[in-house]
């Protein structure tokens, strides 16, 4: 089978990991504490604490995972007395998966999903189990380094697409370039990712978006992220408001834990109070 065209998500991804976070270095201005454990069965269990506030309570969490072939399933234990089920089954035939998402006693919260890899085509789509059901459907097409595609919502109960977005993306050796028509076309917005050291995870990103409405209001988002020599991980961002953020995330030895700190201020406004944010997770 052909390489697979990336999914629509991965157009500007290089970008948002940069700028937002992706499987590390995440800017969050919370206090979460997360423990992963894997019980004799192979059922992982991630436990989370979250203090969204000075003086909020802690908001706990489990997530139980089990993945065994090409089945994954997992359930997710909310404070509220609320379960987020979900599971997915991949290679139903050569390139499909479908899934099912759920939220119990919510029956009618369920979610059917399908992904379609064929040759310079993905497909992702995904029905909500209801009377008048919305779908949300993303196809792309191309080669695996440059690719466009389209992601749009649709609404049955009064038959209008709600939400559209189209886009292009190119991905080199070194650098990637996406390019995004969004708001059902009101607003244009282009990333850019360049690896300057990959030895070194130096990478540097940008952000522009062009509100086309009256306002023609512009915003911009710079970046950069590296690795010390221990391995520990510092980013930041300044965006167009004057909005600086820092980010440092570093691997504990020998405890297999990860700690990562983040900062946010007003570069403009040096009296306001700064947002700060501390996370770890520990698996054993």
Request: without cysteine.
């Amino acid at each position: 089978m052909s390489a697979k065209v990336p999914p629509f998500a991965a157009i500007g991804q290089n970008a948002k990991e940069v700028l937002t976070g992706g499987k590390a270095g995440v800017y969050q201005y919370n206090r979460k504490l997360t423990a992963t454990t894997r019980a004799s069965d192979g059922v992982d269990f991630v436990t989370s604490l979250v203090f969204s506030g000075p003086g909020a309570p802690a908001e706990p969490s489990v997530k139980a995972i089990y993945k065994t072939g090409d089945t994954a399933l997992s359930a997710l234990f909310l404070p509220n007395g609320k379960i987020s089920l979900s599971g997915i089954q991949s290679n139903i035939t050569p390139g499909l998966a479908l899934s099912a998402i759920g939220t119990y006693p919510e029956g009618d919260s369920v979610k059917f999903g399908a992904d379609y890899n064929l040759p310079h085509v993905t497909v992702k789509a995904t029905v909500e189990a209801a009377s008048s059901p919305i779908v949300t459907a993303n196809i792309t097409t191309g080669r695996p380094d440059l690719f466009a595609g389209v992601d749009a919502t649709f609404n049955s109960s009064n038959n209008e697409v709600t939400k559209w977005t189209v886009g292009a993306g190119y991905t080199a050796k070194e650098y990637q370039v996406g390019v995004l028509l969004l708001d059902k076309g009101q607003t244009i917005k282009g990333t850019y990712a360049h690896v300057l050291d990959a030895s070194k995870g130096l990478t540097v990103a940008g952000e522009v978006n062009y509100d086309l409405n009256q306002g023609k209001k512009t915003t911009i988002i710079v970046g950069g992220q590296t690795r010390t020599s221990n391995g520990a991980l510092i980013k930041a961002r300044l965006d167009s408001e004057s909005i600086l953020s820092f980010h440092w995330e570093a691997e504990v030895p020998n405890y297999r834990t990860t700690v990562g700190v983040s900062v946010q201020t007003n570069a403009s406004n040096l009296e306001a109070p700064p947002k700060l944010g501390f996370a770890a997770s520990a698996a054993y």
